[in-house]
């Protein structure tokens, strides 16, 4: 939506996070949250950087969290879990039948 994003910090991440930068998609707020109010303040005084990290992120997230993107990251992750297991699925012909790209 083109809001300024006020991150805070974790241990744990979605795959696409680690592309993100620090003052340019995101204010970064630390996970305790004892920064928050000196990086509202800073945003508040920093107007025009602000907006640019909005506009940042506005792109990162429609360049890098497409359908398409994601799909692609799914397709990739089922395949390599997938290739843990010794078992293979053995498909009945009737099943085949009801799959829409048959």
């Known amino acids: ?25 995101y204010i970064p707020v630390e996970e305790d949250l004892s920064n928050l109010v000196e990086m509202i303040e800073w945003a508040l005084q920093n107007d025009d950087q602000a907006k640019k990290i909005a506009a940042n992120g506005l792109r990162f997230v429609r360049e890098k969290l497409g359908e398409e993107r994601i799909f ?6 089922l395949t390599k879990y997938g290739a843990l297991f010794d078992y293979r699925p053995e498909v009945d012909d009737k099943v085949t039948a009801l799959l829409p790209f048959n």
């Open 72 to 77: 692609c990251y799914w397709a990739e992750l």
């Open 1 to 25: 939506m083109g809001s300024l994003v006020f991150k805070q910090q974790a241990t744990l991440y979605e795959f696409w996070e680690t592309d993100l930068v620090p003052f340019e998609h």
